[in-house]
């Protein structure tokens, strides 16, 4: 059992802002620091923490307590579970109470077996060579503590000859239990290992690459208590102090490359878990304030991601850029070759995040095709809009430049005598948007909306919806769409009441047109009339969906 002294302690040592901070985003309010309860799903932050009471609540939905209390809820663990928990996340020793040597046995086992990696390094010869012809210098080797895992049997024999208990090297994600439940296999073999460790630098896993042309390139140790991969950065424990001081952090693809920045003397780097980077990142990059270079190769893939996670750093207010290395040219060859310099100056040239984003949607579209040029500046205008109005207003002028249009289709949002027009437009927008948002979220809902609606009436949108119906998951604006907070996502029944109202709009319009229409006969014109004045709006009005009728 833990020592309750040492509990007491550990309480005493940590600040419940720093705990959940490194959770979920605060913003500070006042005395106070307020978030998107964790528990519960909002979009309005009634999540507050208080750092002089050392507590947190939630004022929608009632949650509450202290940090040990918000570790268990959150990561669903049991009382010892969450303080060794956060024990761990501060680098602060527990002690326990005689005969019991529960303490992070996991812990143990990651350390014990890291070091057996990396002694098994040096005595073979064909994974050392690998990494010295990759360029990767002996000092790095060290530094990042990587080491080469042999043969499953041998990790077997070497797990019974340290002693190390099975069920905890299969807690810390080292060995699996096989299928049959008849004894454990070894998860990482033959593999060049790197000990991965959280931003307080305790070991919490290994990522393998393959030597053998394994299909799988790299592989990392499972979910575990320890290792959470959507949170995690490799190499932070190294670059941290360098970020602080630098005021900058590199995210490149590979370990490898994180390895060679920092040989390199780009001591910043860090590298996602072989995952795109998620919101889940952003607490931890934000720590320091750093501006945030994405480095990435240009192929379609490394492209591709960049788009994204540049998207979302830009929408959650991050300064920084973008560099895409060229020719399928990581960065770990170039500096291999003796080029950091060149990377140096690539580092430099940084493309800003925004205008990357902005030239990456436009090059999507065929803009010679003025239906494509339409479904473009839906998309850019969609992202823009996510922006802070001063931000969103600074990049208005690329925008219409990149698209061939002119600024004013974007709304001059500064121009007071504009103010109610922007407003009614802002208001239908509100209503597309969150539809097409609440099926983001909810795509089981599409068929309900294609039931009784056109693509059409989407107007700058209609782009965005068809990108929906097809499944285009990766479409710019529709990601854009789905990190925007300010979009709600409706209810099946607020869905079907904003249908309803689009749809009474619709033919309000058609009423119109149908009226001083040229073109319709008299008794074509009166039929018409007389069904949409009698029959759909009263209906529509009384709370019927009517679809859509093309031929009215
Ligand atoms: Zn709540």
């Not at 901070?21 to 309005?44: D, M, Q, W």
């Not at 065929?366 to 990049?395: H, M, N, S, W």
Request: one cysteine or more; proline letters at 5%.
């Amino acid at each position: 059992m833990i020592d309750n002294a040492s509990i007491e302690s550990l309480k005493n040592s940590i600040d419940i802002v720093d705990v959940i901070g490194s959770f979920i985003e605060l913003r500070k309010a006042g005395a106070n620091y307020k978030a998107n309860c964790p528990f519960h799903g909002e979009k309005t932050p009634s999540f507050v923490v208080s750092p002089s009471k050392q507590i947190y609540h939630c004022f929608g939905c009632g949650v509450g307590g202290d940090s040990i209390k918000f570790v268990m809820e959150l990561e669903k663990l049991s009382y010892p579970e969450a303080i060794e928990k956060l024990a761990s996340m501060n680098n602060f020793s527990l002690t326990y109470t005689k005969g019991s040597s529960d303490y992070s046995d996991a812990k143990r086992v990651l350390e014990a077996i890291g070091q057996w990696y990396v002694k098994n390094l040096n005595q073979n010869p064909t994974p050392m060579q690998y990494l010295l012809d990759r360029g990767v210098s002996q000092s790095s080797i060290e530094r990042f503590e990587i080491g080469y895992v042999p043969s499953g049997q041998q990790v077997m024999q070497f797990l019974t000859s340290a002693l190390l208990p099975l069920p905890k090297a299969a807690e810390a994600g080292i060995i699996a239990q096989s299928e049959n439940g008849q004894g454990y296999y070894a998860r990482l073999v033959e593999r060049i290992t790197f000990p991965i460790y959280s931003a307080s630098a305790s070991i919490v896993g290994f990522g393998g690459r393959t030597i053998t042309n394994h299909p799988a390139k790299y592989i990392n140790s499972p979910q575990t208590k320890l290792f959470n991969k959507s949170r995690l950065l490799y190499g932070y424990h190294l670059a941290k102090e360098s970020i602080y001081k630098n005021k900058k952090i590199i995210i490149c693809e590979g370990y490898l490359d994180v390895v060679m920045f920092h040989q390199a003397g780009f001591t910043e780097a860090v590298a996602g878990m072989g995952t795109a980077l998620t919101t889940e990142h952003l607490p931890m990059l934000r720590k320091g304030d750093p501006k945030v270079i994405l480095a990435y190769d240009g192929d379609k893939a490394g492209v591709a991601a960049a788009l994204k996670a540049a998207q979302m750093l830009s929408v959650a207010g991050f300064d920084g850029g973008v560099v895409l290395f060229p020719d399928g040219q990581d960065p770990a060859d170039l500096i291999a070759k003796g080029q950091s310099e060149a990377v140096a100056k690539l580092l430099r040239e940084a493309k800003p995040l925004i205008p990357f984003v902005l030239e990456k949607i436009v090059e999507q579209y065929d803009l010679r095709d003025p239906r494509a040029k339409e479904a473009g500046f839906g998309a850019v205008k969609q992202y823009i809009d996510t922006l802070t109005p001063i931000i969103k207003d600074a990049y208005i002028p690329t925008a219409a430049t990149l698209l061939g249009l002119s600024p004013s289709f974007f709304g001059a949002q500064a121009r007071p005598e504009r103010a109610r027009d922007n407003f009614t437009q802002r208001r239908d927008d509100v209503a597309q948007l969150s539809i097409l948002k609440t099926l983001i979220e909810a795509p089981a809902l599409i068929d309900n909306v294609l039931a009784v609606v056109d693509v059409n009436m989407f107007g700058n949108y209609a782009g965005l919806f068809s990108a929906l119906i097809n499944g285009e998951n990766d479409n710019p604006g529709l990601v854009g769409l789905s990190v925007d907070e300010s979009f709600e996502v409706m209810s099946e029944e607020e869905l079907n009441s904003v249908l309803r109202n689009f749809l009474i709009k619709h033919y309000d319009m058609k009423l119109k047109n149908v009226a001083t229409s040229q073109q319709i006969p008299f008794e074509k014109k009166s039929y018409l009339i007389r069904k949409i004045r009698t029959d759909i709006i009263p209906r529509l009005k009384k709370g019927e969906l009517v679809a859509y009728d093309p031929s009215i």
